[in-house]
Nanobody, 126 residues
Framework: QIKLLESGGGSVQTGGSLRLSCTTSGYSHNSGCMGWIRQAPGKEREVVAAIDSTGAYSVARALKGRFTISKDDAQTTLYLQMDNLKPEDTGTYYC????????????????????WGQGTQVTVSS
């Protein structure tokens, strides 16, 4: 069973930075991909960034230059570095594992086969 636990959320002012972490267990990291998904109040969930087993990664076009996804060498912890945060970045951020496919790499959510963490709240004030 895949278990994901996010941490690092909080409240910052516009222009600030946060680094989210996601510790994983039960996931081999040998296939598929992992990613970060966010949901802003009143909006649909969107894939923020994803990284696959080879280290290849993708970031949503609108967030490039501000958000960076990475993972540690042991591939047990996923990170999301968020810089120059804006109020529109406010939302709940979820870590997700997609072991059997790689749809998050093209910023799409699979209809099934996705494991989620419980989410961490990010609030950016102006």
């Amino acid at each position: 069973q895949i278990k994901l636990l996010e941490s690092g959320g909080g409240s910052v002012q516009t222009g600030g930075s946060l680094r989210l972490s996601c510790t994983t267990s039960g996931y081999s990291h040998n296939s598929g991909c992992m990613g970060w998904i966010r949901q802003a109040p009143g909006k649909e969930r969107e894939v923020v960034a994803a990284i696959d087993s080879t280290g290849a990664y993708s970031v949503a076009r609108a967030l490039k230059g501000r958000f960076t996804i990475s993972k540690d060498d042991a591939q047990t912890t996923l990170y999301l570095q968020m810089d120059n945060l804006k109020p529109e970045d406010t939302g709940t951020y979820y870590c997700a594992a997609e072991p059997a496919s790689r749809l998050m790499m093209i910023q799409r959510l699979p209809a099934q086969g996705l494991s989620w963490g419980q989410g961490t709240q990010v609030t950016v004030s102006s």
